[in-house]
């Protein structure tokens, strides 16, 4: 009898949330976000979203500071 091949299963570390999770994306800056999502529907779950917004407003503070 022949046996089964194993399948590797790969699972990361979401920076965001810091769960363990095989749906996941990867930004430029090598972080990893979880991301579970139904095709055709929006995400359950999107880290990467929530990290961007948490960013957003400390950026638009910077800005409207005015420069000496």
């Not at 046996?3 to 769960?19: A, F, G, Q, R």
């Not at 430029?28 to 929530?50: S, V, W, Y």
């Amino acid at each position: 009898m022949r046996k089964k091949k194993i399948t590797p299963v790969m699972e990361i570390k979401c920076d965001h949330c810091n769960t363990y999770t095989t749906s996941f994306v990867v930004t430029a800056e090598h972080k990893k976000f979880c991301r579970l999502q139904t095709p055709g529907f929006l995400p359950d779950i999107d880290c990467m979203n929530d990290y961007l917004n948490n960013l957003k407003p400390l950026d638009s503070k910077s800005e409207s500071k005015p420069s000496l």
